[in-house]
């Protein structure tokens, strides 16, 4: 139990479809981040928020959008979405600034897949 | 750029030794980290290295020299359960998480 929880757990959608995930952290902590995580390739950091602000968005299409409405809780909708967008999807969260050993937190993830 | 670089795969026997090798070139360094991530779950937190040298937690260990940036995560007693992919990050100067794409551990009987 990592203290952070995604919905849902799985996703099948059409390239047209409207869809949100969501993510909750139990933690306390003031920062969390969407990643995207592909077969074989390195985590990809898509979106980070640090005290509900968005700080960083790493050049991610538009048909990616966040939402951070407290430090709690971040989602992300989706909306006519590719192929290639199917990947896990993982939230993260952690405190910042970090001490020295502290790291992020992941939930499970959304394993998502589009048709 | 910013590169981690571990090996995709490996294969050990189930009460063996193995060594998981992580080498990397960043802009800065603030703190080499071992994550294991079992199929389907979430990646969770196995050591953290800042100063060069061994940290040993049970039947894991970590190992980091900065100057030749370069890290090992070492497994003792392999268990069957130890299968799953180790991932390996660095906390750039940016305290940025850049991650490796992973190494698939298997273990058998």
């Known amino acids: 139990e990592t203290g952070v929880t995604q919905t849902p757990r799985h996703l099948v959608m059409g390239m047209t479809n409207k869809k949100s995930l969501k993510c909750e952290q139990h933690l306390g902590h003031n920062a969390m981040y969407w990643y995207k995580q592909s077969a074989k390739k390195p985590l990809e950091l898509m979106f980070v928020?640090?005290?509900?602000?968005?700080?960083e968005n790493n050049s991610v299409p538009s048909r990616f959008s966040p939402e951070c409405p407290n430090s709690s809780h971040l989602f992300l909708h989706l909306h006519t979405l590719q192929p290639e967008d199917s990947a896990l999807y993982l939230c993260a969260s952690s405190q910042d600034p970090p001490g020295q050993q502290e790291t992020q937190y992941f939930g499970p993830g959304t394993r998502l897949l589009v048709l | 750029g910013q590169n981690i670089d571990q090996p995709t795969e490996m294969t050990a026997t189930e009460g063996a030794i193995v060594q998981i090798n992580c080498t990397y070139q960043t802009s800065g360094f603030n703190g080499l980290f071992w994550y294991q991530q079992h199929a389907g779950e979430a990646p969770t937190f196995l050591s953290y290295n800042v100063l060069d040298g061994l940290e040993e937690k049970g039947r894991f260990s970590s190992f980091l020299s900065r100057s030749k940036g370069y890290s090992y995560l070492l497994l003792k007693e392999l268990q069957m359960k130890d299968s799953a992919s180790y991932l390996c990050a660095v906390r750039d100067s940016n305290y940025q998480l850049i991650w490796g794409a992973g190494t698939k551990l298997i273990i058998k009987p």
């Open positions: 928020y640090n005290f509900k602000e968005q700080t």
